[in-house]
């Protein structure tokens, strides 16, 4: 008697579980030579390899031989993390991040010019990675500047929820105007003289003025408190005897 080698359909499918590859192999053959060498893409999503379920997140590593039916693979595919991403070859760079609340990741940008418009900021120095979406809320609204204080979401549109808040901190702007002026010395002036407690942390959050990013941009000591010498430093920095490094915070004289 003779025997028939018989041969069944291996089938790749794209994203859109459309035929990506389709080949016959025979019973007992390896299917490890039909798998495709190229994989599909996905828009947002890692391509992980492939999978005999559809919608997995892991793919398999042994391909096995063919069976006495015909067989099916899906992509196996991983979300790209939705976050903020700063444009290479700028200086600016997130610091001071909190990690504490597992739902919404914390921080702080320096590195950045001053005067800057909405659209200027998004424009040379921010990005998203992932299916994201970035909401920026201006220090300075009514002339559309964005200055100490200024706020920038990440928005996951697929969970529909903020995933990272970042504040911006131009040090020597304490008012959020984004430029260092004879206003931000009297501002810190009048935070040391206790007329304002904006630099003061307290337990109580719904009475509490705190703002850390006002505090990180005054801060031109870096040791943690508001002071006079603050107030004498940034005055030297009005008068161009000095200047700040805005990517480090870093006073100067010329």
């Not at 067989?71 to 200086?91: M, N």
């Not at 131009?170 to 935070?191: F, H, K, P, Q």
């Not at 004498?232 to 005897?241: I, Q, R």
Request: charged share 25%.
């Amino acid at each position: 008697a003779e025997w028939a080698v018989v041969g069944y359909m291996v089938t790749f499918y794209d994203a859109e579980k459309e035929i990506y590859h389709a080949e016959e192999v025979d019973f007992g053959e390896a299917i490890a030579p039909v798998v495709p060498a190229t994989l599909p893409e996905k828009v947002h999503y890692i391509t992980l390899g492939w999978s005999l379920t559809e919608n997995d997140t892991v793919a398999i590593t042994d391909f096995g031989t063919m069976p006495a039916h015909a067989v099916f693979y899906f992509p196996a595919f991983e979300r790209v993390v939705v976050a903020l991403k700063l444009t290479e070859g700028t200086t600016a760079e997130t610091f001071e991040i909190d990690e504490s609340d597992p739902e919404v990741k914390v921080g702080y940008i320096r590195g950045l010019k001053t005067k800057l418009t909405k659209t200027a900021l998004e424009d040379q120095y921010l990005g998203v990675t992932g299916d994201g979406t970035l909401i920026i809320t201006p220090s300075w609204g009514k002339m559309n500047i964005c200055g100490t204080g200024t706020m920038i979401e990440v928005y996951d549109n697929v969970d529909k929820k903020v995933v990272e808040r970042y504040y911006v901190v131009i040090y020597g702007d304490v008012n959020g105007d984004s430029g260092i002026s004879a206003t931000d010395v009297t501002a810190l002036l009048r935070e040391t003289n206790g007329l304002t407690s904006w630099s003061v942390e307290t337990d109580a959050e719904e009475d509490s003025t705190y703002n850390k990013a006002y505090v990180l941009a005054g801060d031109l000591k870096a040791d943690g408190v508001i002071d006079a010498l603050d107030a004498a430093g940034l005055k030297e920095v009005t008068l161009a005897v000095s200047y700040i490094d805005q990517a480090t915070g870093t006073v100067s004289y010329y």
